[in-house]
């Protein structure tokens, strides 16, 4: 799950990247209205916590332009406590949420996992292919009866995978998803991660999970 962070506060932006890491979660952050519309430009996100008042563009209006143009990503707004009138306009403009601040991080960290559920990536959080069992709440992933431990971008990337089973996902769609803009490894991360995952959950099996859809990218599904 990929989040983008918009708050000018750089301490309170710091400890809301840090804490969001900590959840698995892939994050972007910037500074002001004007960054956010450049990463909003390049990236899908599963989720926006978007603070109202900002340098450059007020996160009302970049929320406006969003919705404006139909997308739907899930928006928390973080408001000062004495703005009402921004609270209800938020939410005419199309927010799902907002906190107001100062807000306790484990509240925050609450909303986020309800807002991302919102979110159209959020069919559910647990999904079976085959024998493979996947349950995103508890990350927990099992074949056959068997118990298989992932690293944390092994989880994100197998996650993003089994949410979009059926679809031909490219390389650059993946890396988009599963690694935010500061990171700054090969192209070729993607193939090392879906290696990684073919050994834990495909190798010795009857059937494979993880096709490779030649020149285009991967897909997740039963082939027979
Ligand atoms: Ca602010």
Same mark, same amino acid.
């Given at each position: 799950?990929r ?33 956010? =519309?450049?990463? %909003? !430009?390049?990236? &899908? ?6 603070? *109202?008042?900002?340098? @450059?563009r007020?996160?009302?209006e ?19 406590r ?13 927010a ?28 559910g ?13 508890s ?7 068997? =118990?298989?431990? %992932? !690293?944390?971008? &092994?989880?994100?990337?197998l996650?993003?995978? *089994?949410?979009?089973? @059926? ?9 988009g ?8 490894g ?17 190798e ?18 039963i082939?027979?």
């Amino acid at each position: 799950m990929r989040l983008l962070v918009v708050e000018d506060e750089k301490n309170l932006n710091g400890l809301l990247v840090r804490r969001l890491e900590r959840e698995h979660y892939t994050v972007d952050s910037c500074l002001d209205g004007r960054q956010a =519309e450049d990463c %909003l !430009a390049c990236a &899908e996100y599963d989720g926006i916590l978007l603070d *109202i008042m900002l340098p @450059g563009r007020s996160g009302l209006e970049i929320l406006r332009e969003l919705r404006s143009r139909g997308d739907r990503t899930p928006v928390l707004l973080l408001t000062a406590r004495d703005a009402v009138e921004d609270r209800v306009k938020g939410l005419d403009a199309g927010a799902d949420d907002y906190l107001v601040k100062p807000f306790a991080l484990e509240e925050l960290m609450a909303r986020v996992r309800a807002l991302v559920r919102r979110g159209p990536a959020a069919a559910g959080d647990r999904f079976e292919l085959d024998d493979l069992v996947v349950d995103c709440a508890s990350r927990r992933v099992s074949r056959a009866g068997r =118990e298989i431990s %992932l !690293a944390s971008k &092994e989880f994100a990337v197998l996650e993003y995978l *089994i949410r979009n089973q @059926g679809v031909v996902l490219s390389r650059e769609k993946i890396a988009g998803h599963i690694w935010n803009y500061s990171y700054e490894g090969g192209s070729n991360v993607v193939d090392v991660y879906i290696r990684y995952l073919r050994k834990k959950i495909d190798e010795d099996q009857a059937h494979r999970l993880i096709h490779t859809v030649r020149g285009v990218g991967y897909v997740m599904r039963i082939e027979t």
